[in-house]
Structure formats: structure tokens, C-alpha cells
T-cell receptor
Framework: QKEVEQNSGPLSVPEGAIASLNCTYS??????FFWYRQYSGKSPELIMS????GDKEDGRFTAQLNKASQYVSLLIRDSQPSDSATYLC????????????FGKGTTLSVSS | DTEVTQTPKHLVMGMTNKKSLKCEQH?????MYWYKQKAKKPPELMFV???????INESVPSRFSPECPNSSLLNLHLHALQPEDSALYLC???????????????FGDGTRLSIL
């Protein structure tokens, strides 16, 4: 069974700190990885996509991918209370299709 | 606001009713998806349409019937649902693969469905 694992949290950080969210996946052949943010009662919103080993930065967000370790992370710099949400890691299930497998999500709480 | 539009936003129906959920996108995406999400759980894939053909059915009960009338529209027909089917139903779309890599899926706001 192919899986995506995340620490469910809650992860609590003070305003202005760096929040680090982690995700591991079981299928070594996976090539496409996504981070979604979901506020309570809302739909998932794409934050980052990453396909190659290394770092990808977009504003306060940095995604990191290490395929050898089967590990994806999301760093949020200068965390704001508005970043408080559940962050879902998603991996494409197989190279023949487009189905996503989601991790259970990590709940982030940023205190002011 | 998202570029994937779902209607209705809320739906309450009895177990004997027939209703439909609708999803529309005008981004030229050729893959469309239905997900079901229960509270405090991640989205679970139900169906995938690729180029208007059903490509994945995750063993969903037949009381859920998807339909893709054209490349911009996706429907989910509901009949004889059970109380445990109450959930947030999410539609998503994505471009087809580019360079062998899967393009991200963009979600609509969802339909919150309650079965009485």
C-alpha cells in the first residue's frame, strides 16, 4: 500500500518563527509532490509543487525534496497567524495516472 | 474564489432523493476529479476523468454516478444516499501531464452534503 505520512500535530509556533512541516512517502518512483493549505471548512489550496531534488522557494514558502530519503518538507518563514491551517502533503499515486494520495495533514497554529 | 466552480455550495437531501452536484472549469484542463472529504480527514479520491473518459473509479458505490458532458463540466449524480455519505465533496481539475510530470490539481470550494 503506497502511503504518505505526516505528523498530525498540532504544530505550534510563535508569530515570526519558522514553521517546518514534514512528509515521507513510500513509493520510490513518485515524481510529483504538492503541498496544499486547508483552512477549516474550506477546500484545499495549492501552496507549492516540486518535482526535482533540492529547494524551491516562493515568497515565505520553501519546499524541499529529497528523493533518496523519500522526504518532502515545507518551510514557512516569518509565520503569521493567518498561516494557521492544516497543511496537506500530496503525492501522485503512480506514473501512469494523476490520482493524488494525501497525507493526513499537519495542523499548524501560529500564535500572536 | 477559485477557478473551479462547484454548485450548490450546500445540499441537504433525504435518502430517497435524487440530486446532482455540478463542477465547471474554464482553464482548459483535461483531467477532472471528484473527492470526498470527511471532517478532520484528507480528501479521498472517488473518480478521475481524463479527456472526458472515466479513467479511475475507486470502487465507489453505484449510488454515486459521475458524468462528464464535455471538457469543462463534471457532474456527480446522487441517488439513495446513506447518512454516512454526508461529507464535503470536492471537484478538482488539472492539465494533462507536461514532460512526464503531473500538473497540480486545483480544487473548487466544494459542496457540503448532508443526508437526513
Amino acid at each position: 500500500q503506497k502511503e504518505v505520512e505526516q505528523n498530525s500535530g498540532p504544530l505550534s509556533v510563535p508569530e515570526g518563527a519558522i514553521a517546518s512541516l514534514n512528509c515521507t512517502y513510500s513509493d520510490r518512483g513518485s515524481q510529483s509532490f504538492f503541498w496544499y493549505r486547508q483552512y477549516s471548512g474550506k477546500s484545499p489550496e495549492l501552496i507549492m509543487s516540486i518535482y526535482s531534488n533540492g529547494d524551491k522557494e516562493d515568497g515565505r514558502f520553501t519546499a524541499q525534496l529529497n528523493k533518496a530519503s523519500q522526504y518532502v518538507s515545507l518551510l514557512i518563514r516569518d509565520s503569521q497567524p493567518s498561516d494557521s491551517a492544516t497543511y496537506l502533503c500530496a503525492v501522485v499515486r503512480d506514473q501512469a495516472g494523476t490520482a493524488l494520495i494525501f497525507g493526513k495533514g499537519t495542523t499548524l497554529s501560529v500564535s500572536s | 474564489d477559485t477557478e473551479v466552480t462547484q454548485t450548490p455550495k450546500h445540499l441537504v437531501m433525504g435518502m430517497t432523493n435524487k440530486k446532482s452536484l455540478k463542477c465547471e472549469q474554464h482553464m482548459g484542463h483535461r483531467a477532472m476529479y471528484w473527492y470526498k472529504q470527511k471532517a478532520k480527514k484528507p480528501p479521498e479520491l472517488m473518480f478521475v476523468y481524463s479527456y472526458e473518459k472515466l479513467s479511475i473509479n475507486e470502487s465507489v458505490p453505484s449510488r454515486f454516478s459521475p458524468e462528464c458532458p464535455n471538457s469543462s463540466l463534471l457532474n456527480l449524480h446522487l441517488h439513495a444516499l446513506q447518512p454516512e455519505d454526508s461529507a464535503l465533496y470536492l471537484c478538482a481539475s488539472s492539465q494533462s501531464e507536461t514532460g512526464g510530470l503531473n500538473q497540480p490539481q486545483h480544487f473548487g470550494d466544494g459542496t457540503r452534503l448532508s443526508i437526513l
